[in-house]
């Protein structure tokens, strides 16, 4: 089982970027999936969740409103649609997926290997 995770970059403030992460080696069709990310320092905090039917979704409160995350179950692959970047959202991405999992890293039982984002000012 593995989670691919690309679309990290450098990008100004202000700025946007589109993660995905790829599933492979298994249906995650019944997976709520997740985005992590964890900035030098700092514990790895939750972003963003997904349901396995793309209907539910959770956000970290300092990501509403600029993040969505969504999901293509076709493809088993999830995106993070990321706008209006600030420098503090500067971080090494994670994708992760769990069976009714939300916002919790134990709820999560795969991880893929990170993506960076820097976001200058």
């Known amino acids: 089982v593995q989670l691919q995770a690309s679309g990290g970059g450098l990008v100004q403030a202000g700025g946007s970027l589109r993660l995905s992460c790829e599933a492979s080696?298994?249906?995650?069709?019944?997976?709520?999936m997740g985005w992590f990310r964890q900035a030098p320092g700092k514990e790895r905090e939750f972003v963003a969740a997904?349901?396995?039917?793309?209907?539910?979704?959770y956000y970290a409160d300092s990501v509403k409103g600029r993040f969505t995350i969504s999901r293509d179950k076709a493809k088993n692959t999830v995106y993070l649609q990321m706008n209006s970047l600030k420098p503090e959202d500067t971080a090494v991405y994670y994708c992760?997926?769990?069976?009714?999992?939300?916002?919790?890293?134990?709820?999560?039982?795969?991880w893929g290997q990170g993506t960076q984002v820097t976001v200058s000012s």
């Open positions: 997904v349901s396995w039917s793309g209907v539910i979704t």
């Open positions: 080696g298994r249906t995650f069709s019944s997976f709520v």
């Open positions: 992760a997926a769990g069976v009714g999992a939300r916002k919790e890293r134990y709820e999560y039982e795969y």
